[in-house]
T-cell receptor, first 113, second 112 residues
Framework: ETGVTQSPTHLIKTRGQQVTLRCSSQ?????VSWYQQALGQGPQFIFQ???????GRGNFPPRFSGLQFPNYSSELNVNALELDDSALYLC????????????FGPGTRLLVL | QKEVEQDPGPLSVPEGAIVSLNCTYS??????FMWYRQYSRKGPELLMY????GNKEDGRFTAQVDKSSKYISLFIRDSQPSDSATYLC????????????FGKGTKLTVNP
């Protein structure tokens, strides 16, 4: 059984650019959630995808968007990057929507200059 | 008021000590309570979770939830240097917005 994987591991962008982060869910899991973890903070919920539809969203602006594919992998897209977007972006998968146990990937560390 | 409050520490203990990590939460609708361990520059790893009030034990780790006081605890017995990490408490409400709500995390160092 493979765990949650994310790519890339690190990324450096400049303000105003766009970025796409990728996540493959754990085998058998159909739900993917994305979180942003700023330095010294706990993860903050961005949104969740279940069966290719958005299934819940946190307090993030529309320039944060996502996709889920038929194989349950997912992308997080961030447009018009701001300096405050610098953070660790975490993907978590769960067996189904509404399940409390979520398993995290290693994260993508994004630095916006 | 933040939904989940956690003292960020840092906390430094000698090897073999009993460690107590704590969180409080504000929303009485939360049903599930988790502890994640996060090593430096890694993703959080689910350690334990409990449903409603009570205790749950797994080896050297014990999780406690007191819903009447909205208090969550994690105890680590016979702490080891390999336990050095940031510990994150989290809560979850089914039928809500499907999100885990995390505390800030407590950074623990166990000194040999």
């Amino acid at each position: 059984e493979t765990g949650v994987t994310q790519s890339p591991t690190h990324l450096i962008k400049t303000r105003g650019q766009q970025v796409t982060l990728r996540c493959s869910s754990q085998s058998g899991h159909n739900t993917v959630s994305w979180y942003q973890q700023a330095l010294g903070q706990g993860p903050q919920f961005i949104f969740q995808y279940y069966r290719e539809e958005e299934n819940g969203r946190g307090n993030f602006p529309p320039r944060f968007s996502g996709l889920q594919f038929p194989n349950y992998s997912s992308e997080l897209n961030v447009n018009a990057l701001e300096l405050d977007d610098s953070a660790l972006y975490l993907c978590a998968s769960s067996l189904r929507a509404g399940q409390e146990t979520q398993y995290f990937g290693p994260g993508t560390r994004l630095l916006v200059l | 008021q933040k939904e989940v409050e956690q003292d960020p520490g840092p906390l430094s203990v000698p090897e073999g000590a009993i460690v107590s990590l704590n969180c409080t939460y504000s929303n009485s609708a939360f049903q599930y309570f988790m502890w994640y361990r996060q090593y430096s520059r890694k993703g959080p790893e689910l350690l334990m979770y409990t449903y409603s009030s009570g205790n749950k034990e797994d080896g050297r780790f014990t999780a406690q939830v007191d819903k009447s006081s909205k208090y969550i605890s994690l105890f680590i017995r016979d702490s080891q240097p390999s336990d050095s990490a940031t510990y994150l408490c989290a809560t979850f409400k089914q039928g809500g917005s499907e999100k885990l709500v995390f505390g800030k995390g407590t950074k623990l160092t166990v000194n040999p």
